[in-house]
Nanobody
Framework: QVHLMESGGGLVQPGGSLRLSCAAS????????MAWYRQAPGKQRELVAS???????SYVDSVKGRFTISSDNAKNAVYLQMNSLKPEDTAVYYC???????WGQGTQVTVSS
């Protein structure tokens, strides 16, 4: 089985920065896509950013220019650098490797004064 563990969440003031990390352990075939999702209270889960094996990236419009997704193949890890954070970024962030789908347990990001 594959185990994903996120880290780097926390409480930050508006305009601040955080860097999320997700490392995979276990036996698995190379994922086609690594991604970050988030779910805010009372809202639908959304895809924030993704990166494929060729390092092509995609972002939801609301984070373009502020967030950067990257990966380290040697470490089986994916990262999300979040700058200029806004209160609307507050959510639980989940990393994803797939297919087949593998999910982390989530890390809380709270942006508040």
């Amino acid at each position: 089985q594959v185990h994903l563990m996120e880290s780097g969440g926390g409480l930050v003031q508006p305009g601040g920065s955080l860097r999320l990390s997700c490392a995979a352990s276990g036996t698995f075939f190379s994922a086609y896509v690594m991604a970050w999702y988030r779910q805010a209270p009372g809202k639908q889960r959304e895809l924030v950013a993704s990166i494929n094996n060729g390092a092509g990236t995609s972002y939801v419009d609301s984070v373009k220019g502020r967030f950067t997704i990257s990966s380290d193949n040697a470490k089986n890890a994916v990262y999300l650098q979040m700058n200029s954070l806004k209160p609307e970024d507050t959510a639980v962030y989940y990393c994803y490797f797939g297919p087949p789908a593998n999910w982390g347990q989530g890390t809380q990001v709270t942006v508040s004064s």
